[in-house]
């Protein structure tokens, strides 16, 4: 069955299942709880519960996706250590690579090795068929990459031979040496083939491409996971920085303060997590300065359902 | 195509390489000018070891530029790799089998392409690249990082009278490679090979025309 990829900007509804259309409605009944015109999180850091556990971890994370795939260069190593530090400080905890990345297990590895605030790391790697190798090799490889004991969320890589690796992560997660399973998918692609793994299999975590131009995954996959009570990793969130081209030129709307938004990143990660179905955006960046902008959006109030759809609007109207 | 680094990344892994594997890349550098010297001297001998210098340098960067170096940067430089060394391949068979392989830089348009292809990739990339604030240390050199060689083989071909056209192919693979590049990371230079090899084949075809 081939993927529904609609419009991104289009806000015609899809045609759902009975199964579907009720889980949709429960995640937009939870979103429309939200107080008008306030979030529901003042105060501290916004956290989300992992489903299957209970587990709060905060609502924002990051991926090292191109960002910390800087080789052996010391310069650009000791630069992403300045970012991972503001991370740490900031209040973060999830940090997603994967064998696909190049050096960046490597890099992530070599920074934490030399940060004294770390001690909140939420590691999550992923097994990737082309990286060679078996689950259990690149699991140990991703340990000593990463010089942790327990990699905590080990996810299938952009579903490839989904079936062989999950078996093994279901393994290692019940002998204790991992905390969560998972599967992933990005740029809008194998939703359907993800939908029906989501279905069928235990999982912990799912992990796609979400954000305020792509929004696919609102109709299926987000009410799916809250449904089936999945904790949702959101990666693309900024789109791989287009979203700044498309958008970060035009003026911050007035209304943004009512989320406290203060930045086009704050107003693309809020728009994220204020989705009540995902647990933990993971935008990536290799500038520090960038990192503290991003990691204010794990602060404040977030947009409730009326503000969500007014952010739509008015990215639509651009 | 997806590209997991940055040019920034790029242009330290590149030091890094040049650090790593000292000499070898200054010792490409002084093959490629001498494949240039090679063809200069005229002759089919000449060419045939201009030839042999040029599968050396597909050779090198095929193994490790690509192979040695860039994977643990890049999944899929294996596969670069293998079509470097490939590249190779058909040029030693070039250098081997072929018994007209003299090279022209002078005398008509066409010739006079082929040197500014050859001098773009000896001197004019490696220079630019300083240009660009990258430092000496990163300076892609002709022989040893892909693109300036690249640049080079498209002008080494079209100096031959009548090259046959699957000779562009390797250059013009990584001409796409290079171009995709230049696009996903917003970086101009990356540009050059995919512009070179459209000149060079562009000339060749029409002097095939002609003939």
């Not at chain 1, 191109?66 to 900031?90: C, D, Q, Y």
């Not at chain 1, 960046?104 to 097994?127: F, I």
């Not at chain 2, 058909?90 to 830089?105: E, K, V």
């Amino acid at each position: 069955m081939p993927d529904s990829t609609p419009n991104p900007l289009s806000l015609a509804p899809y045609s759902p299942t009975r199964r579907g259309f009720l889980a949709a409605s429960a995640v937009s009944a939870a979103a429309l709880l939200l107080p008008s015109g306030a979030g529901a999180q003042t105060g501290g850091r916004i956290l989300r519960a992992i489903p299957s556990t209970g587990e709060r971890i905060p609502a924002i994370g990051m991926g090292t996706w191109i960002t910390f795939n800087v080789g052996g260069s010391e310069a650009l190593r000791r630069a992403r250590l300045e970012v991972l530090r503001t991370f740490f400080a900031r209040g973060g905890a999830m940090v997603d690579s994967s064998p696909m990345y190049g050096s960046s297990q490597e890099v992530v590895g070599w920074c934490l090795e030399r940060l004294d605030n770390a001690a909140g790391l939420m590691s999550a790697d992923k097994v990737w068929t082309p990286a060679g190798g078996d689950a259990l090799s690149q699991l140990a490889d991703a340990r000593q990459r990463w010089g942790v004991g327990r990699i905590d969320v080990m996810q299938v890589h952009n579903l490839v031979d989904w079936e062989e690796h999950l078996a093994v992560l279901a393994d290692e997660k019940a002998a204790g040496r991992i905390r969560y399973i998972g599967i992933t998918t990005s740029h809008g692609s194998r939703h359907a083939e993800m939908e029906r793994i989501m279905r069928a299999r235990d999982l912990d975590f799912v992990q796609f491409t979400y954000n305020v131009v792509d929004r696919w995954a609102e109709d299926r996959l987000l009410p799916l996971a809250a449904e089936r009570g999945l904790a949702a990793i959101v990666n693309r969130p900024f789109r791989e920085k287009r979203l700044f081209r498309m958008f970060g030129g035009e003026r911050l709307p007035d209304w943004a303060a009512e989320f406290d938004c203060r930045n086009w990143a704050q107003f693309f990660l809020k728009f994220v997590i204020s989705h009540p179905a995902v647990t933990c955006a993971i935008p990536a960046t290799s500038r520090a300065d960038h990192m503290e902008e991003n990691m204010g959006a794990l602060y404040g109030r977030l947009p409730d359902a009326d503000l969500r759809r007014r952010m739509v609007r008015y990215i639509e109207s651009l | 195509m997806m590209l997991p680094y940055t040019a920034e990344v790029w242009f330290a892994a590149l030091a890094e390489y040049h650090a790593t594997w000292f000499p070898g890349p200054v010792l490409m550098m002084l093959a490629a000018v001498s494949a240039f010297v090679a063809g200069l001297r005229g002759g089919p001998e000449g060419g045939r070891a201009a030839f042999w210098f040029l599968a050396a340098l597909w050779f090198w960067v095929g193994a490790v530029h690509q192979i040695l170096h860039m994977a643990n940067l890049n999944f899929m430089a294996p596969v670069y790799g293998g079509a470097w060394i490939a590249g190779g391949v058909l040029f030693a068979a070039y250098a081997g089998l072929r018994r007209d392989t003299r090279l022209i830089f002078t005398g008509d348009a066409r010739g006079h392409a082929a040197l500014a292809l050859v001098l773009l990739g000896l001197i004019v990339y490696p220079l630019a690249g300083l240009a660009l604030g990258y430092g000496w240390r990163s300076v892609p050199l002709a022989g040893a990082a892909p693109d300036p060689t690249a640049i080079l083989t498209a002008g080494m071909i079209l100096a031959l009278r009548r090259p046959p056209l699957w000779l562009f192919v390797p250059p013009l693979l990584w001409a796409v490679v290079a171009g995709v590049s230049a696009y996903l990371l917003d970086f101009p230079l990356f540009y050059a090979p995919p512009a070179a090899v459209a000149v060079a084949l562009g000339l060749a075809l029409r002097g095939r025309k002609r003939d």
